[in-house]
């Protein structure tokens, strides 16, 4: 693609969708990152939205997509797997620990409500994990995921190089997490997002302008 201020006028904007992991047992009930599996309905859910979202001219567009991230953990992936089960189609991916949910250490396993009932004051997002990752490990984890994409972004935006969008499959504490540190705010920010299973975000900028991170949809076809 010839990159002339023209052809870059007429590209389109680069997007960012973050997908949470369908239904888990532990997704219902707030605990954890140990490697549970999807339930049942979960599964369902995942394929139904499949139909809905992904194929040519849909919102996940394989043609469309750059790159796929995707964590190690087995609900993650099998959330992946039926959102392209044809080889023939899923884009480039690969499996990273930089999206793996936050790790909870000593809480793991526990509800909040468990946590507060010893530790009253406690927020995640300002306290972190004991024995786990602190917001400063989350924060540099986010960050660094961040950096891949945006340089993703600019070289389809500015050099007409590789393709529009971007895709990760994660987990809840992890997207509420990335999505404040899109928005280049701190990560405390993040508690204000509800981010449902299977849901859909799309993060990408405002003006046309890359260096304006924008949340333009959050929760697309989790209800």
């Known amino acids: 693609m010839a990159n002339t201020p023209d052809e870059k006028s007429k590209r389109p904007v680069p997007r960012l969708f973050l997908i949470r992991h369908g239904e888990t047992e532990w997704s219902l009930n707030g605990t954890g990152v140990s ?55 899923i884009p480039k991916h690969s499996t990273t620990d930089i999206v793996r949910e936050w790790d909870y250490g000593d809480y793991e396993g526990l509800t909040s409500e468990q946590i507060r009932d010893k530790n009253p004051s406690w927020d995640i997002f300002k306290d972190g994990c004991p024995g786990g990752e602190s917001v400063q490990d989350m924060t540099k984890r986010c960050d660094q995921i961040i950096a891949f994409v945006r340089e993703l972004h600019r070289k389809y935006f500015e050099e007409g190089i590789g393709r529009r969008d971007c895709l990760i499959v994660a987990h809840g504490h992890f997207s509420r997490c990335l999505i404040a540190r899109w928005l280049q705010t701190p990560l405390f920010v993040g508690q204000h997002f509800q981010v449902e299973p299977a849901g859909v975000a799309m993060l990408t900028y405002n003006h046309r302008n890359l260096n304006e991170t924008s949340l333009t949809g959050l929760n697309l076809h989790a209800f």
């Open 35 to 89: 490697d549970i599996p999807l339930t049942a309905n979960g599964e369902a859910v995942i394929k139904s939205h499949r139909e809905c979202i992904v194929g040519p001219g849909m919102l996940l567009d394989p043609d469309n997509i750059c790159h796929i991230y995707v964590s190690p953990r087995q609900r993650a992936q099998k959330t992946f797997e039926l959102l392209f089960p044809g080889l023939g189609e």
